[in-house]
């Protein structure tokens, strides 16, 4: 079973609307960590935030905003005014906290789209 | 210059033939991974190794092999090269701690013909 879902496989906006990505999970360790990434089209991957379990705090960063909710297993992240330098494909993870390897489960990935 | 380097960055192969992907870090990080990235699939783990002497495999290690030369360095070995290797690559670190996020290379685009 997929630990990471990202149903959205492709999102388009036009400039200045927000958008929101989801990605739900799936784990039976009580300690884990969530992250998002961002692949730009030049292919790399960027970190963009990291939530653990225990804080439950929605975090915001200038546009960008997290919505972690245990309860429905959902670490949701929106774009507020979106522009065309936010078009890339982006990646949810999961580390759970009783792999000591650190390994991450990645979700498939939204690609969004910010049209002029 | 990039904390996470990746050699090379684009190559073209042929079925049979072994090839190599080389990642260096500068960040001083113990962990090291090895992803590959297929279209619909995200990133997968291949192998990550949590110093010079302790590997391990990921979800899909079949048909690949890696080398961690030094702290800073973790080698892909494609033994025999088929056309479904044929993926971006890449490598990541990140410090002991289970909590710390990965840092990742640029990638390599291998296409096996």
């Known amino acids: 079973a997929q630990k990471v879902t990202q149903a959205q496989t492709e999102i388009s906006v036009v400039e200045k609307e927000d958008v929101t990505l989801d990605c739900v999970y799936e784990t039976r360790d009580t300690t884990y960590y969530l992250f998002w990434y961002k692949q730009p089209p030049s292919g790399e991957l960027v970190f963009l935030i990291r939530r653990n379990s225990f804080d439950e705090q929605n975090e915001i960063s200038g546009r960008y905003s997290w919505n972690f909710q245990k309860s429905t297993s959902s670490f949701n992240f929106t774009i507020t005014a979106s522009q065309v330098v936010d078009s890339a494909v982006y990646f949810c993870a999961l580390s759970e906290a009783r792999n000591t390897g650190n390994q991450f489960y990645f979700g498939t990935g939204t690609s969004l789209t910010v049209i002029p | 210059d990039a904390d996470v380097t990746q050699t090379p960055r684009n190559r073209i192969t042929k079925t049979g033939k072994r090839i190599m992907l080389e990642c260096s870090q500068t960040?001083?990080?113990?962990?090291m991974y090895w992803y590959r990235q297929d279209p619909g699939l995200g990133l997968r783990l291949i192998y990550y190794?949590?110093?010079?002497?302790?590997?391990n495999k990921g979800e899909i290690s079949d048909g690949y092999s890696v080398s961690r030369q030094a702290q800073a360095k973790f080698s892909l070995s494609l033994e025999s090269a088929i056309p479904n290797q044929t993926a971006l690559y890449f490598c990541a670190t990140s410090e002991r701690a289970i909590y710390n996020e990965q840092f990742f290379g640029p990638g390599t685009r291998l296409t096996v013909l």
């Open positions: 960040k001083g990080h113990d962990r």
């Open positions: 190794s949590f110093d010079v002497k302790d590997i």
